[in-house]
């Protein structure tokens, strides 16, 4: 009687325990993406260059590089100098909206090759970006929002959202 009352508990206990781990890697992957976006805006300021993070909706991959080699990398597959990254635990970015500005609409006229269905976020050399918004969501379905503003370059990230949450 006893193990069978464990067993209940147990059973009841197991889609709550995971939930909650799975809402942790959501957390922890925009934690890295931040952190990916961070380091696109230090190598733009260090180089004088417009750097990119690129990703790919519906996927987890993606990198960051100069918006002219992300380019060319984008149509040739990806570089020894550029190093792509995958988000872990079936993570993927769900969706992106960057504003276009002046700069963006500049540096995108500039490119000599389309960069097909993959994104770029760009960071200028002064440390700004431009204003954008990334999800990025779990096998579960539970997203989570990444916002990078663009006087400041900085991002930030929401608590964990329902899909329905997002189409409101």
Do not use: H
């Not at 464990?6 to 889609?15: C, F, G, H, N, R």
């Amino acid at each position: 009687m006893v193990l069978a009352v464990l067993v209940m508990i147990t059973a009841l206990a197991i889609p709550s325990v995971n939930t909650v781990f799975s809402g942790q890697q959501l957390r922890s992957a925009a934690d890295v993406v931040r952190a990916r976006l961070a380091e696109a805006r230090v190598k733009a300021i260090e180089t004088g260059d417009v750097y990119g993070l690129f990703y790919m909706p519906g996927q987890g991959n993606y990198f960051v590089a100069p918006m002219t080699q992300g380019f060319r990398t984008m149509q040739s597959g990806v570089q020894p100098s550029v190093q792509q990254r995958l988000l872990e635990n079936e993570i993927v970015f769900a969706v992106g909206e960057s504003i276009q500005d002046s700069r963006s609409v500049d540096a995108l006229s500039r490119s000599t090759q389309e960069y097909g269905v993959m994104r770029p976020v760009l960071f200028y050399p002064d440390g700004t970006s431009q204003d954008a918004a990334v999800l990025l969501q779990n096998k579960r379905g539970a997203l989570i929002q990444i916002n990078l503003r663009g006087l400041t370059g900085t991002s930030s990230k929401t608590r964990i959202l329902d899909p329905d949450e997002v189409g409101q």
